[in-house]
Every structure is written in C-alpha cells, then in structure tokens.
C-alpha cells in the first residue's frame, strides 16, 4: 500500500467522528465505540500492529479514561457542595454586584478566572470548573461548555505550569541531536527554547486579542433571544479592553519570564483591572444583557444538572468572600502542587500503574489520585465541608448527585482515548510505518509546499484534537514540524512554536474534552452541537496563526540559530 493511500486511511477516523458527531448529530455514546472498533482494524489490518499492542494502547487508554473521570468527579462534586451549602446563591449575589451583564460575567468567569485555572492546572480543567459555575449564575448549560470550550485557547500552551512547553516541546524535540547542531554554530539549546516559547507568548498575545469577543458574539448569536451578533459586537471596546489587559502581561512573561507563569499572571492582572472597571461601568454599554427565561430555552439547551434558588432556599445566607474561598483554595492548591518540588513530589508519590503494558515497551500508564486535579478538588470539597458547616447528609447528597453524573462521561471516555493510544502507539509496528498523527502531517506537508508554515498550526491542531492535549500534540509532531522547516530552510524554532499555537487552539475541538466539559453539568448526548459552535473560533484561531507564520518568515525574515532569514521563491 503507498504511504499516500496509507496517510488517507489515517484519517478515516477522524472524520468518521466529524460525520457522525457534527453531520449527523450522533451523540458520543453511540459514534465513539464505532470510531475506536474502525480505528483498532486500521491499527491491526493496515498499520500492521500487534493485536498485543493495540491492546496494550487500549488498557493504556482506560487508565487515562479513570484520571480524566476522577477530575470530571472532582470539579461536579465541588459544584454541587457548593449548592448543598449555599455557596452558590451567595456567588449569584455576589457577581449583581460586579455586574448582572452575563455578557462581563462570561469575561470574568469563562475567560479571565478560565485562563488562571488552566495556567495552574491544564489538561481540561478550566472547562470542567467554568461550564458548572456558570450553569451555577444562570447561564444555559449548553452555552456554558461551549464558553468553557473556548477558554481552552490562548492559554493552554502555558498550561499547567508550562507542561505542554516543558514536556511536550522539550520531549518532542531531538535536545541532544539539536544541541549539538547549536554548539558548531556558537549557540546553545536555551538559547534555542527561549526563542521557541517567546514566539509562542507573542503570537498567542495576537490571536487573543479578539477571542473574548468571538465569546460573546458566539454567546449573544446562539443563546441570546434576539439571536444577535450585534449584542456581543457593541461589546467590543469593553472585550477587547478585557483581552488586552490578560494578553500583554501574558506576553510578557512569556518572553521574559518563562513559560511557567504567562497564563496565571495575565489572568492575575486581568481580574485586578478588569473587575473593578466592571464594577465602574468603564467601556459598557447601557444596555444590561441576559438571557430569556429559562421557560423559554430550547430543550437542546438544558444539562440535567440544575442550580435553582430553592435549592438553597432557607438556608443561612453564606458571604460571598466565604463563598468564593472554595476556587481561592482550588487555585492556590493547584499553584502550589505544581510549583514547590517537595510538594508535588509527595503526592507522586501515592501513584498506581503498568510501566511497559503486556510487554509493550512505551505503552504505560499511571493514576495519581493525590497530584491529579481530581484529588485537589476532593480536597477543597473537604475543606467546604467544615468552613460551611454542612451537614453530613448535605455532603452525601453532593456526593450521590456527582457520581450519577459521572456514569455516562465513562461510558463515552472508555471508547474515546483508547482510541486515542492506538493512533499515537500505531508507530512501534512490524511494517516500520510511522504513526498515524504523523503520517497525516506529512500527507499535510507533502501537499502544500512553500505555504506549508500557513497550515502548520492547523497540523497542531489536528494532533490535538486526536489526543485531546496540547502536550501530547508537541510530544508527537515537534520534531516533524522541525524537520520540515529544515526542508523548506525556514526556522525550526518559529514553526514549532506555531505547531504549539495551533495544538491549543486544536483542544477547543477535541472530542473527550468536549465529553469532559458536557460531564459536568449533564449535557451528554450533545457533544456535535458544541463541536458545531466550537469550529468557528478555532478556525479563526488557525488562519489568524497562519497568517502571523506566513509574515514572521517572508516579510519579517525571522530565523534562529540554526537558520538564517528564509529567501522568498
């Protein structure tokens, strides 16, 4: 079989679950099992890997299905012992005070307190603790994933303390190869790395400039009652303000820092200026935005999870200080497990997994119950516990409501990332065929030419949606992106920071963080219709990247120190 035919066949997968999920409106119950027994046959039939292997990739996927489900847990269980201890009816309270616009409160909520939560945390987080806060506010569940989705952009590459960086670029690039390169012409890996992750921080400052905004006119478009574009556009001075005031320290950090802080630093300082010129009215309109009542919403709209005011009804009134410590703490946990070496090595500590997997040299898989966002967030619900004063069977009614929630996301991610482990693991086979994500670039790459840097982001972003991080993404593809710059005699260092670009964007796409966020607040079954809303921001997020590609090489000359400024053909 030609390497042509066998890179089509690759993505047969994927878009099998595009025409099932976006084209036919399949939920992901019934389009995912069908993906993974497709995907298995191409890994067996065509790549020619061992039913050992494929295997192996699939109990590999079920111990990453139990990791992402224990953080799934940990944010519903926050959520809903929040609701038992009148949290939440305090939180409502407090955000009229800022603002009862939900137009600034997706702003607030979704982007600027989003982008602290995935800088400190990564790996579907924001999404898993946004969307059930603003279903908590008032918000449509539906409308709630979605903004969540969204939030899963700009900072994602700096997420969780700067892994997707530090792991992925760093893991995925040949280091000891490139170092050596770099010493014969006076250079040296930092210096190399520094150039990479400052272009990051820049061109993700460019791109987000305008994402709050697409927020919002995706918000007022698709769930408001007039159905209007215009309602998020007369946003704009106030969401642009909002971008600006996240994207400039980010950058700056990002350049001068490095890539652990950019994303919770910019969100810090974001939510210092922003919130009080909310409070101000600085830059809004007159015209106060809500949705229609909830009567009135569509029944596509609604997640079985609800957060009405009788539910807390009779209860003693909670501060909004108080009620808001439980994501103070989240936040400052997070930070701190990631950041103090004692620490994090303590809850690795408490770890239970399968190194080499039947056998299979590279197919492990581990659960940290401790380290994991999960377990933080079990722990912050503990804490809720005592500085609410709950009551016990208050607490076991939270807990009784979460996991009921949790059965269908399990159901959905069993079949999704084993799926995932066998694309990624299909390069170890007995044909000496490189792995489908990369065949699938390379198809990319052979049939663009000298454009190619325009669709590198979009490459990214493919690997992305196949595994769903960002991470992995750059552990995949950063090598390959590298050596086709080498072939095009452009820099390496600018076109894997475009493919670490485009792999962020990519998570507002992939399917189980879809599934993850939809978990939350109980809006399984509906996963095509926020892939649906999804794809416009990150198309725009791809050709905006693209286009800063394309000018970085042949109208500002950019290069490193293995490259000199490319020459236009």
Same mark, same amino acid.
């Given at each position: 079989?030609?390497?042509?035919?066998?890179?089509?066949?690759?993505?047969?997968?994927?878009?099998?679950?595009?025409?099932?999920?976006? +084209?036919?409106?399949?939920?992901?119950?019934? &389009?995912?099992?069908?993906?993974?027994?497709?995907?298995?046959?191409?890994?067996?039939?065509?790549?020619?890997?061992?039913?050992?292997?494929?295997?192996?990739?699939?109990?590999?996927?079920?111990?990453?299905?139990?990791?992402?489900?224990?953080?799934?847990?940990?944010?519903?269980?926050?959520?809903?012992?929040?609701?038992?201890?009148?949290?939440? &009816?305090?939180?409502?309270?407090?955000?009229?005070?800022?603002?009862?616009?939900?137009?600034?409160?997706?702003?607030?909520?979704?982007?600027?307190?989003?982008?602290?939560?995935?800088?400190?945390?990564?790996?579907?987080?924001?999404?898993?603790?946004?969307?059930?806060?603003?279903?908590?506010?008032?918000?449509?569940?539906? &409308?709630?994933?979605?903004?969540?989705?969204?939030?899963?952009?700009?900072?994602?590459?700096?997420?969780?303390?700067?892994?997707?960086?530090?792991?992925?670029?760093? +893991?995925?690039?040949?280091?000891?190869?490139?170092?050596?390169?770099?010493?014969?012409?006076?250079?040296?890996?930092?210096?190399?790395?520094?150039?990479?992750?400052?272009?990051?921080?820049?061109?993700?400052?460019?791109?987000?400039?305008?994402?709050?905004?697409?927020?919002?006119?995706?918000?007022?478009?698709?769930?408001?009652?007039?159905?209007?574009?215009?309602?998020?556009?007369?946003?704009?001075?106030?969401?642009?303000?909002?971008?600006?005031?996240?994207?400039?320290?980010?950058?700056?950090?990002?350049?001068?820092?490095?890539?652990?802080?950019?994303?919770?630093?910019?969100?810090?300082?974001?939510?210092?200026?922003?919130?009080?010129?909310?409070?101000?009215?600085?830059?809004?309109?007159?015209?106060?935005?809500?949705?229609?009542?909830?009567?009135?919403?569509?029944?596509?709209?609604?997640?079985?999870?609800?957060?009405?005011?009788?539910?807390? &009804?009779?209860?003693?009134?909670?501060?909004?200080?108080?009620?808001?410590?439980?994501?103070?703490?989240?936040?400052?946990?997070?930070?701190?497990?990631?950041?103090?070496?004692?620490?994090?090595?303590?809850?690795?500590?408490?770890?239970?997994?399968?190194?080499?997997?039947?056998?299979?040299?590279?197919?492990?898989?581990?659960?940290?119950?401790?380290?994991?966002?999960?377990?933080?967030?079990?722990?912050?619900?503990?804490?809720?516990?005592?500085?609410?004063?709950?009551?016990?069977?208050?607490?076991?009614?939270?807990?009784?409501?979460?996991?009921?929630?949790?059965?269908?996301?399990?159901?959905?991610?069993?079949?999704?990332?084993?799926?995932?482990?066998?694309?990624?693991?299909?390069?170890?086979?007995?044909?000496?065929?490189?792995?489908?994500?990369?065949?699938?670039?390379?198809?990319?790459?052979?049939?663009?030419?000298?454009?190619?840097?325009?669709?590198?982001?979009?490459?990214?972003?493919?690997?992305?949606?196949?595994?769903?991080?960002?991470?992995?993404?750059?552990?995949?593809?950063?090598?390959?992106?590298?050596?086709?710059?080498?072939?095009?005699?452009?820099?390496?260092?600018?076109?894997?920071?475009?493919?670490?670009?485009?792999?962020?964007?990519?998570?507002?796409?992939?399917?189980?963080?879809?599934?993850?966020?939809?978990?939350?607040?109980?809006?399984?079954?509906?996963?095509?219709?926020?892939?649906?809303?999804?794809?416009?921001?990150?198309?725009?997020?791809?050709?905006?990247? +693209?286009?800063?590609?394309?000018?970085?090489?042949?109208?500002?000359?950019?290069?490193?120190?293995?490259?000199?400024?490319?020459?236009?053909?």
């Amino acid at each position: 079989m030609s390497q042509t035919l066998l890179s089509i066949l690759a993505f047969v997968p994927l878009v099998l679950a595009g025409v099932l999920l976006i +084209g036919f409106r399949w939920p992901a119950k019934y &389009a995912m099992p069908l993906v993974f027994v497709l995907t298995a046959f191409i890994g067996l039939w065509a790549w020619d890997m061992t039913f050992n292997r494929v295997l192996a990739s699939t109990l590999q996927g079920l111990i990453l299905t139990a990791a992402i489900l224990w953080i799934i847990f940990g944010a519903i269980l926050l959520l809903n012992t929040l609701k038992h201890s009148g949290g939440i &009816a305090a939180i409502r309270r407090g955000f009229s005070g800022i603002s009862p616009d939900k137009r600034v409160q997706t702003l607030i909520v979704a982007w600027l307190f989003g982008c602290f939560i995935e800088g400190a945390s990564g790996f579907g987080t924001p999404a898993a603790v946004a969307a059930p806060l603003m279903v908590a506010l008032g918000f449509p569940a539906l &409308a709630a994933v979605v903004m969540g989705m969204m939030v899963q952009s700009t900072p994602v590459s700096f997420g969780a303390v700067g892994t997707p960086i530090l792991v992925g670029v760093a +893991g995925g690039l040949d280091k000891t190869g490139l170092s050596e390169q770099l010493t014969a012409v006076g250079s040296d890996w930092p210096t190399l790395f520094h150039l990479i992750f400052s272009r990051v921080a820049i061109i993700h400052a460019l791109c987000g400039i305008l994402m709050p905004l697409f927020m919002l006119c995706i918000l007022t478009r698709y769930f408001g009652r007039n159905r209007s574009w215009k309602e998020g556009l007369v946003m704009a001075p106030f969401a642009i303000f909002t971008a600006l005031c996240f994207v400039i320290p980010y950058a700056l950090a990002g350049v001068f820092l490095g890539p652990e802080f950019p994303s919770m630093i910019g969100a810090l300082v974001g939510l210092a200026i922003v919130v009080p010129a909310a409070k101000a009215g600085f830059l809004l309109p007159k015209e106060t935005w809500d949705f229609a009542p909830a009567s009135e919403w569509p029944a596509e709209w609604m997640g079985k999870i609800e957060m009405k005011i009788e539910d807390v &009804a009779g209860k003693t009134p909670i501060s909004v200080p108080m009620a808001w410590a439980p994501y103070l703490l989240l936040a400052i946990f997070l930070v701190m497990s990631r950041v103090f070496p004692e620490l994090k090595a303590t809850l690795l500590a408490v770890s239970y997994g399968w190194t080499n997997i039947l056998g299979e040299t590279g197919v492990s898989g581990a659960l940290e119950p401790l380290y994991l966002p999960g377990g933080i967030l079990v722990f912050v619900v503990i804490i809720t516990f005592f500085l609410h004063r709950m009551k016990a069977s208050e607490l076991g009614a939270a807990i009784s409501e979460s996991s009921k929630t949790l059965l269908g996301a399990g159901f959905v991610l069993i079949f999704t990332i084993p799926m995932v482990r066998i694309l990624i693991n299909s390069g170890v086979n007995q044909s000496d065929l490189v792995s489908m994500p990369v065949a699938m670039a390379q198809l990319v790459a052979d049939s663009v030419g000298a454009v190619y840097p325009f669709f590198a982001p979009a490459v990214g972003a493919l690997g992305a949606f196949i595994a769903g991080s960002n991470t992995v993404s750059n552990l995949m593809l950063s090598q390959f992106q590298f050596n086709t710059a080498g072939l095009l005699g452009i820099s390496g260092a600018l076109m894997v920071a475009l493919q670490s670009v485009g792999a962020a964007a990519g998570n507002m796409i992939a399917i189980h963080n879809v599934v993850a966020a939809s978990a939350t607040v109980g809006l399984l079954g509906r996963e095509g219709v926020t892939l649906r809303k999804t794809m416009l921001p990150t198309l725009y997020y791809l050709i905006m990247a +693209g286009i800063i590609g394309m000018i970085g090489f042949y109208v500002l000359g950019l290069g490193d120190p293995l490259v000199g400024a490319p020459v236009v053909r």
